[in-house]
């Protein structure tokens, strides 16, 4: 066995505390199928261990990935938690700014403690407009080593953060070759193509682009559907 198999794989591009309240939320708008302008308030209960992790002011990507409420509100109305809710058009987003005035967020020291400090667990309580309540708790959130990612999340997380530096098949290659790289006599096609050349990026990053009115657009997330 590897140590790494007992090792946290962040399933989102944020503070780790973070992960288990926004999964709770995940879970509960994508199971009763709930869209953000259903919803009347969102309560949230985690291990907040610095109290900047409460903050509802967010200007910048990193103070954005520090901050419960902000990745909550991004998590109710896109529906996910990707790089593309940390970015400054996402974080001047009037949709997700408005459905942070709707989410409260508190410390449970309990919650915490009833994991035995093995992980750093978050529960979720959702009221919308028309008097339902729901509520989860995510003990383990994934890419804990007692929630791991699958074979897919972890390739799908890998093309994520690749698309635009490398094309398709290199990060197919690269991923089987990680992958089984214990059984490699030679690792040096593998750094071989992990080499990016500054012209080689140029290009990924233009066909990575969305077409915006026949031209490239330079962000990712210009185009998205609100739940």
Known sequence: SFKITESWLKGYPMNSTLHAPCE???????????RHTEIQS????????????AKKKVEKVVSAQFSLPYALAAAAVRGKVTPDEFTESSIADPVIKAMIDRIEVAYDPELYKSVGRASQPGRVTVKTNDGRTFTETVLYPKGHPRNQM???ELQAKFHVLTNGILDESRQARIFELTRRAEQLDDLSLLMALCVVTPSEQLIGAFEAAPIVRGKPSTGKDSSYTPR
């Open 24 to 34: 709770a939320l995940l879970n509960i708008i994508r199971r009763e199928n709930i």
């Open 42 to 53: 969102i309560a949230a209960f985690w291990h907040q261990y610095v109290t900047i992790l």
């Open 150 to 152: 699958s074979e897919e």
